[in-house]
């Protein structure tokens, strides 16, 4: 399983790259697994402003469809819009190119609630 060390990661298993104060998120290489096959990305909520821990959004798979979390407030500056054509390359590249959204952080210090690679295989039972 693919848990890269430079990324930071939640309990609801999104992975949070944090450049500046803006922040990359996108779905763990696990949970895309535990998913199946991705056929829907939705992401309604660009340009607003959300608290840390509310849902931006949701990812429908074969079988089921699951809430996307907020890990850091912020304003969501950006969508991956090749996710509308392509929801599949969350499951093929699930940390390059399945991106899902970028957020202009509001608060830094919650990047510290984040957790590291090591907690998060921890987490995920590795």
Known sequence: MNIPSELK???DH???KVEGDIATVGITDFAQGELGDIVYVEIETEGETIDAGEVFGTVEAVKTVSDLFMPLSGEIVEFNENLEDSPETVNESPYEDG?????KISDASEVENLMA???YQAHIGG
């Open 99 to 103: 991106w899902m959204i970028k957020i």
């Open 9 to 11: 990661y939640t309990e």
């Open 14 to 16: 999104e992975w949070i």
């Open 117 to 119: 690679a090591e907690s």
